[in-house]
């Protein structure tokens, strides 16, 4: 079994890139910090098959003590990654077409592992001022450790919000601790 110490960052890499891209700054910041190292800067994909970037995806899964997932407009229905030819050569897609997009492939494995070994512990992100839970995948959506926004609204405008993000990140550490 890997050494388990990372934390998988998913999301819509599309649509939401700047929501993690926010993550990492608030990680690698002197003043801000979320203290998390990032499993996808350790393993990396260099093809563009979905069965082949999904066996990457169970790697970093593999690497992870963390999931989070960011959660957009449009994440819950993205159907980027479906196999449309036999994947038989990998055993991430068992042997047979992969009708999963990479999100709930993503999903279903930190389900999988929760369930199988307690790891890893799951944080839904939304990227929002408010918590929209029929937005998220519904194989984490009743079973992740915590839920919050990513944004506030104050004064007419929209800001990030770092303590709201910073609070659901203490509570891996405070399940850890436990």
Known sequence: MA?????????????DKE????????????????????????IQTNSEKPCTIKKSLGERLDNSKHFV?????STKNLTKG???????????????????????????????????????KIIVLYKSASIDKSKCPDSIKDI?????????????????DYQSVKTAFDKFKAVVLA
């Open 3 to 15: 050494y388990r110490n990372k934390t998988y960052i998913a999301g819509d890499w599309d649509k």
């Open 69 to 73: 997932l960011i959660v957009g407009e």
């Open 82 to 120: 479906k196999c449309s030819i036999s994947c038989s050569d990998n055993l991430y897609c068992k042997n047979s077409k992969s009708e999963k997009s990479y999100i709930q492939f993503e999903c279903d494995g930190a389900k999988k592992r929760l369930e199988n070994d307690n790891l890893p």
């Open 144 to 160: 992740a450790l915590t839920h919050a926004k990513m944004y506030k609204y104050e004064n007419g405008k929209y800001y990030w």
């Open 19 to 42: 929501a993690v891209d926010q993550l990492r700054i608030w990680n690698d910041s002197n003043y801000w910090g979320l203290d998390f190292y990032d499993v996808h800067s350790s």
